[in-house]
């Protein structure tokens, strides 16, 4: 049990890396038009990392051709990790 809180921690921030590269995956595929995002795995990726670039693109207008959404939810994803990080416990020796 004492083993408990590293163990989540850990698969937290590991979660946040695998989102990370969900995240990348969305915004380089969004540049290839003929992809067909209905499609698995596609559509986990776009179904898994719209909502919050859609809530980023709510609060964060696009600057004429640019989308700044995706800088957002970045941000926002390395805080949360760096939380997680921050609450990880020191190994005793």
Same mark, same amino acid.
Request: hydrophobic share 55%; with cysteine; proline share 11%.
């Given at each position: ?11 937290? +921030?590991? &979660? ?10 969305? +915004? ?42 995706? +800088?957002?939810?970045?941000?926002? &994803?390395?805080?949360?990790?760096? +939380? ?10």
């Amino acid at each position: 049990m004492d083993n408990l809180l590293p163990n989540v921690l850990n698969l937290l +921030i590991r &979660l946040c890396d695998f989102y990370w590269l969900l995240l990348m995956v969305s +915004i380089f595929g969004s540049w290839f038009p003929q992809l067909d995002w209905y499609r698995q795995p596609l559509r986990f990726v776009r179904d898994v990392t719209n909502p919050p670039l859609n809530y980023a693109r709510s609060i964060i207008p696009p600057l004429g051709m640019f989308d700044l959404s995706p +800088i957002a939810v970045f941000f926002a &994803l390395q805080v949360f990790k760096a +939380i997680l990080q921050a609450l990880m416990p020191m190994p005793r020796f």
